[in-house]
């Protein structure tokens, strides 16, 4: 029997969750932690291991404990909220290990009501400069076989399906088929990503993750089937080695969330006040983005990336005009000023162009190091010309590096590429790591790679451009750091829908719980034509929603960058149900988190930043429901004119996916709205003050 010889307890500032740290008599560190009365977290050891040097794992003594309360608020460059607040209670405990000179390690906890987050500091000291870490061993010891939404474990991509079944039945091989993407590379056959949401048997939602991940690989979870202890697992580097560190230093926080209402996980703050703050000062020039783009033809197979059917191109060799056009590229001049116009009259900023520049004829699939240069344009593209039209019509043209997952071309060609965007006048890039990563050997969530992305951030913010990185590691809330970088995908995103499998109906249901809580995703919503069948009769792909729930995603998914992803074409067919597109804001001063259950439902309002208008979102899984959604944060005796754009009362996501109905009513903060969700459903609200003709002209709302 181990029994605490040094034990510490704090609680978070309303006393809800209570935190016990102690070296036990066999001189190993351990916390614990509970919600209330109940258990979240029994005992669990701390440390890492490191190469050729003595771990950090036992041999302790408590030499220094400090606590703190912080209770404070800031306001972010743009985001769901105007301004948050930062209030927890602080344990700092100073580790010696006697026997290794007294090397030190410092845990710093911090307690907040919703959750915990924790790190391992590493002071500068004589006995320890440089180190390489080998493992590092944080357990979770879970009190039970809690059901969890999980996707496998994997260093390369998050883009899977989501499973939901108990972790005592978590098949990471076989989960490797809930994904079509080719590199992947499951870990082990109990090993989990993180975030992963999971539910206990006495009714707390319990949510592991991380917050600042910054110079240090990525973390899954690997399940103790007999115990429910699950231990860190770190993505490796190409020799099998974890981390390069160098005193002073510091991890990333491990995060634990923590309610028995599911509400307060998708309210809380904590991954961004675990962050630093923003390290560029002047953040003028950051800009919540609305856009369109040349995108969705090509994956739906009408439009190609390529410019040429041909294959071993090699840059600064082949000559691009001699080559004969295959007659379907997407970027050409002609269909980018089509998006231009379609921007500036529908009042969008960004228009998106993948496809632009050289390279796509062999892009895919060879590991091959020098695949783009990012400045030289297909011969049917002519940036200049664009730019100028662009700017015309007061339209900003985003640019798009595609890597092909090698970085180290990124990284010499960087700099040449972003002044090539300022020369040219685009401030946004979408960038992408598709395929294996050269160096070779490395993962898209290691150490080399978590440091290239942000390189990438801060290199793209010294030229006062905005970034958009698909494929990257999943974000961590480094965004309040680098608030340039508007968002990332790392999650299985609306373009599975349209050359795979797709993503079932419950899938955007469960992000919010597990890849969102690091930061906002580059999703591309607002899909109107659902079926591929559209494009090709003989495709079976189909968008696994209804188009009303398209509309409602602007609103459940948290973004400052949202696209309106299917084809202008398609828009101006439904102008009607277009319009919340238009309307829909992507920054806002507050949100309310109204109803939410992870892989069922979750409702949405948030408020225009700056405007006293409301926007509301209610989306189901494959089950119909009705989403109640109390308007109680208008604004006393205001009138607003509510327009809801809701599933047709014969809507199913299969059936009939494009069966939607738009109706008008006046609202105040006295209305309950009940919105019936079909199957795979979703509604949609604008609220606005009424006008005195709509005062005059429309129906109160009535239940
Ligand atoms: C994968 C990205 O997620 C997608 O948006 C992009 O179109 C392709 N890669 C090509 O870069
Ligand atoms: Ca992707």
């Not at 685009?426 to 050997?441: F, L, Q």
């Not at 189901?620 to 009362?649: C, H, M, V, W």
């Amino acid at each position: 029997m181990v029994v605490a010889i040094t034990a510490q307890t704090i609680q978070s500032p309303s006393k809800k969750l209570t935190l016990n740290f102690a070296v036990t008599s066999d001189s190993v560190a351990q916390y614990r932690l509970s919600f209330e009365k109940k258990s979240v977290i029994n005992p669990s050891t701390l440390g890492i291991t490191l190469k050729d040097q003595p771990s950090f794992l036992n041999g302790f003594t408590v030499a220094l404990v400090e606590s703190s309360l912080v209770d404070d608020s800031w306001n972010p460059v743009w985001g769901e909220v105007k301004t948050i607040r930062n209030n927890y209670r602080e344990l700092k405990v100073t580790l010696h290990q006697p026997a290794q000179n007294n090397r030190a390690m410092v845990i710093v906890f911090r307690l907040f009501d919703e959750g915990l987050g924790f790190r391992y500091e590493f002071p500068k000291q004589d006995n320890l400069n440089y180190f390489t870490v080998s493992d590092e061993r944080t357990e979770f010891a879970l009190t039970g076989d809690h059901k969890a939404f999980w996707i496998p474990g994997d260093f390369d991509t998050n883009e899977y399906r989501y499973f939901h079944t108990a972790l005592s039945e978590v098949n990471a091989l076989q989960g490797m088929s809930s994904t079509d993407i080719a590199t992947r590379s499951v870990i082990a056959p109990n090993a989990i990503q993180t975030p992963v949401i999971m539910k206990s048997a006495d009714g707390l939602y319990i949510d592991i993750f991380e917050a600042a991940l910054s110079n240090y690989p990525a973390m899954c979870l690997d399940i103790n089937k007999s115990n429910f202890v699950l231990t860190s697992m770190l993505a490796p580097d190409a020799v099998g080695n974890k981390a390069y560190l160098q005193a002073p230093t510091k991890t990333p926080w491990r995060t634990i969330f923590v309610s028995d209402k599911a509400v307060d996980i998708l309210a809380s703050k904590m991954t961004l006040n675990l962050n630093e703050p923003s390290k560029i000062e002047d953040v003028g020039w950051i800009k919540p983005v609305k856009y369109v783009g040349i995108w969705w033809e090509m994956h739906v197979g009408i439009a190609s990336w390529n410019y040429a059917d041909t294959n071993n191109v090699k840059i600064g060799e082949t000559n691009w005009n001699a080559l004969r056009p295959n007659g379907h590229h997407g970027a050409t001049t002609e269909r980018t000023k089509v998006y231009i116009d379609f921007a500036a009259k529908h009042g969008f900023d960004g228009v998106l162009v993948e496809g632009w520049n050289v390279g796509w004829e062999d892009w895919f699939g060879n590991w091959k190091e020098n695949v783009f240069d990012f400045v030289t344009p297909y011969p049917d593209f002519e940036v200049a010309a664009l730019q100028k039209y662009a700017a015309e019509k007061g339209v900003k043209l985003i640019m798009h590096h595609e890597t092909s997952a090698s970085a180290t071309n990124y990284e010499r060609r960087m700099d040449d590429a972003y002044r090539f965007m300022n020369q040219f006048g685009y401030d946004a890039v979408k960038t992408g790591y598709v395929g294996k990563i050269i160096p070779r050997g490395e993962l898209h969530d290691g150490q080399w790679m978590v440091n290239h992305y942000v390189r990438a951030a801060e290199k793209s913010a010294k030229y006062k451009i905005m970034i958009n990185m698909h494929e990257a590691v999943r974000p961590t809330g480094l965004q309040r750091t680098y608030p340039n970088w508007l968002a990332n995908e790392a999650a299985r995103g609306n373009e599975f829908n349209a050359w795979s499998s797709g993503n079932p109906p419950d899938h955007e249901t469960i992000l919010p719980f597990t890849r969102f809580m690091g930061g906002p995703m580059d999703y591309t919503p607002g899909i109107f034509q659902i079926k591929m069948s559209f494009y090709n009769p003989n495709k079976k792909e189909q968008v696994h929603t209804t188009l009303a729930k398209q509309l409602a995603l602007y609103v459940t998914i948290y973004s400052p960058l949202q696209m309106a992803a299917d084809l202008p074409e398609n828009y101006e067919a439904k102008p009607d149900a277009f319009q919340f597109i238009k309307d829909v804001a992507v920054d806002w001063d507050d949100s309310k988190i109204l109803e939410a259950e992870p892989g069922d439902y979750l409702t949405v309002a948030r408020k225009a930043k700056n405007m006293d208008e409301w926007y509301l979102g209610a989306i189901t899984d494959e089950n119909p429901r009705t989403a109640t959604a109390s308007l109680n944060f208008l604004t006393p005796k205001q009138k607003y004119t509510a327009t809801i754009y809701g599933d047709a009362s014969d809507a199913h996501w299969e059936k009939n996916p494009m069966a939607y109905k738009i109706e008008q009513f006046l609202v105040s903060e006295k209305t309950v709205l009940k919105l019936k969700l079909a199957a795979g459903g979703g509604s949609a609200v604008s609220i606005k003050p009424a006008t005195v003709e709509e005062t005059k002209k429309l129906k109160s709302y009535k239940q």
